[in-house]
């Protein structure tokens, strides 16, 4: 498959009073074109410093991209200039952040808010973006858009401004889509609409998405391909299939052992014992030993390298070498 995105050996730090902050310590993956990846893991792990990474929205000062490229067809972000990379936002790859609240500008009107990223990166008349606007309206499911255009958003529900800010995110149709928690502020029943507006969406555009998200149930419903990350790192990476049925790091055990299933009663949830490591000094051997029931003397030393255990599925674990193979062989007999 053709990859739209490749992001290799991303560093990312943020330099304060008390030290410097390793927010993203050597990520790796990719995006397929026209796949959906959902990053998932805890809050604090670096989930949404690496998508705003991508769309080079770190703040320097105090953050910086230490080191790493981040290649969209064939062009690695890093270098390139701020202009050059304003005109890549909202065209090429558009980005829906984590609060429809505070995204949209309550003193300015929908339809205003709509058209002003078309009108700015197109050149389009008033008139087509209006056009545009509604026809974009229509896709995400606003009702009467014609009178929804001219209302503020403090006039909208919370699913149907984020339904807004995914028609901003979209108007100039964008090749990747960036959602980080896009349904966090959202009850269960809107979450379950704008997820299936992504796939609605992803069927129409072709375009291509990467889910930041730390909830495994929204993962299951639209996600091709899983990233686990903890403390900075990608620590498993597979399909949805790899993940839910066949998860290999201690890690992304203990996230989908604390998550409610509605198809076994009477289970109980296990919550992952202790805290993620300090970032100002993290630790130099696994960042989830401390955490792990499984951690051997080696895991505390050394960060382990990546294990393929199929062409989709990979993972950075002690575990999977021999040693650790043999120990959990001893663990489970006891």
């Known amino acids: 498959m053709e990859k739209i995105l490749d992001v290799k050996d991303l560093h990312v730090t943020f330099s304060t009073y008390g030290g410097t902050v390793q927010a993203v310590r050597g990520v790796n993956f990719h995006l397929n074109k026209g796949e959906t990846l959902a990053i ?62 505070t995204a949209l500008n309550p003193t300015l009107t929908i339809g205003t808010q709509l058209m002003e990223g078309l009108r700015q990166h197109q050149q389009v008349s008033r008139e087509k973006a209006k056009k545009r606007a509604l026809e974009m309206m229509d896709l995400v499911g606003i009702p009467n858009p014609e009178e929804r255009l001219k209302q503020y958003p403090h006039q909208f529900s919370g699913g149907m401004r984020q339904r807004i800010v995914i028609a901003i995110a979209l108007i100039c149709e964008p090749e990747l889509l ?135 599925h990979q993972v950075n674990c002690w575990l999977q070498d021999e040693r650790g193979k043999k120990l959990l062989a001893m663990k489970a007999t006891n």
């Open 40 to 101: 998932v893991g805890e809050s604090g792990c670096g989930k949404s410093v690496t998508s705003n990474a991508i769309m080079r929205l770190i703040p320097n000062p105090p953050g910086k991209i230490a080191d790493g490229k981040i290649m969209f067809k064939g062009k690695d972000l890093t270098k390139v200039s701020e202009k050059k990379m304003r005109s890549i936002r909202g065209v090429d790859i558009s980005m829906i952040f984590q609060d429809p609240m």
């Open 178 to 312: 960036i959602a980080d928690e896009p349904t966090t502020a959202l009850d269960v029943t809107i979450q379950a609409q704008i997820l299936e507006l992504f796939e609605k969406i992803q069927d129409i555009t072709g375009v291509s998405i990467i889910l930041i998200t730390h909830d495994l149930g929204v993962v299951a419903k639209i996600a091709d391909r899983i990233a686990v990350m903890y403390a900075g790192k990608i620590v498993e990476t597979g399909t949805k299939r790899d993940i839910f049925y066949n998860p290999e790091h201690p890690y992304t055990k203990g996230l989908l052992k604390s998550v409610p299933r509605l198809d076994v009663q009477g289970e109980k949830l296990i919550p992952i014992d202790g805290t993620p490591p300090d970032l100002f000094s993290p630790p130099k051997g696994c960042p989830f030993a401390p955490r792990c029931p499984f951690a051997m003397e080696v895991c505390n030393k050394m960060y382990p390298d990546a294990v393929e255990l199929n062409e989709s």
